[in-house]
């Protein structure tokens, strides 16, 4: 359906002399990759330095507080993802129908995943999808009996939430990722990893995990039915 709930990722690089405003009435999730950013909306003034992450809300003014300075934006929005003037989409996928979802409101989570050389995520689950980003380092993606993939730097991947995934990384270097979660209401401030195999939780977790922020929306359509 050409309405359906849709999960987009878009790179944009802005100066300070060249604000950008986010139109329309999506929710959106502003990661600063380079540079720092000040956001102005209705109601707060705040200030981001690079590797920082809000909720933006449509009508908020992202001006660059240094040069270079490059964000990583997502949306959520009804159908094709709105165009952001400068911006370049890395990806955009519909969001699914998955057990808990029921149309209306949902947790919109920005959070930071951080990996040790050599430290992998053990094959496991989610209960919502999200489109995530390679922040430094390189991390390789198993969903399901799939060959793993590897991601680098600026590469962008999805994962349906349910679909079991296994994510090793290199013994050279460390490895962080951004990611954008859509979960059911329930999950809201609670950690969402649930691991395949009972024997992994005992194991040791190296990764380590930073919230930026978990925002209650609506969602503007249907989910997808694929």
């Not at 992202?62 to 370049?88: D, N």
């Amino acid at each position: 359906m050409s309405d359906t709930s849709t999960l987009s990722l878009v790179e944009v690089g802005i100066e300070p002399n060249a604000p950008l405003t986010l139109d329309g009435a999506e929710d959106r999730m502003v990661f600063v990759a380079e540079g720092s950013l000040t956001t102005t909306d209705d109601t707060h003034i705040r200030r981001n330095e690079r590797h920082t992450g809000i909720h933006a809300i449509g009508g908020s003014v992202l001006t660059a507080e240094a040069e270079g300075t490059r964000l990583w934006i997502w949306t959520i929005s009804a159908g094709e993802a709105p165009a952001i003037e400068g911006g370049r989409e890395l990806m955009s996928r519909p969001l699914p129908l998955i057990e808990g979802f029921d149309g209306g409101q949902v947790v919109m989570r920005l959070d930071r995943v951080d990996f040790p050389p050599g430290a992998a995520a053990h094959t496991h689950v989610h209960p919502g999808p999200g489109l995530r980003v390679v922040l430094n380092g390189k991390i390789g993606i198993q969903q399901g009996e799939a060959d793993i993939i590897w991601m680098e730097p600026g590469e962008p991947w999805f994962e349906l939430g349910p679909k079991p995934v296994f994510a090793p990384t290199t013994e050279t270097e460390p490895t962080a990722f951004i990611r954008c979660l859509v979960l059911p209401m329930e999950w809201r401030g609670r950690n969402t990893i649930r691991y395949i195999d009972p024997a992994d939780n005992e194991k040791p977790k190296l990764q380590k995990y930073y919230r930026f922020c978990d925002a209650v929306v609506e969602l503007p359509g249907p989910l997808s039915q694929d």
